[in-house]
């Protein structure tokens, strides 16, 4: 599953669990990430998610998805092979 995060929230997480650097750095560190898909976890636990539709792994990204950069169709779908080249 692909995250876009906002690179303020991402720095503020990394302080929180004692993680440092910019967030272009942060994006790749295995503990934030790892904080992140434990919060989607819980977020898909409250919402009693079934096991299908839990994400597996998770990966960060910085920049937004959008028809500009051509990550998005123009419906708005993503293109999956273009955001995995990007990350």
Do not use: H, Y
Not at 24 to 43: D, R, T
């Amino acid at each position: 599953m692909f995250l876009v995060a906002d690179p303020r929230n991402l720095e503020k997480l990394g302080e929180k669990i004692g993680q440092t650097g910019s967030a272009e750095e942060l994006s790749k560190n295995q503990k934030v990430i790892q904080a992140v898909f434990e919060e989607c976890m819980g977020l898909a636990d409250a919402a009693k998610f079934n096991p299908l539709e839990r994400p597996k792994q998770i990966v960060i990204m910085l920049e937004p998805f959008s028809v500009e950069n051509d990550m998005l169709t123009p419906t708005f779908k993503l293109k999956r092979n273009v955001a995995a080249q990007k990350m």
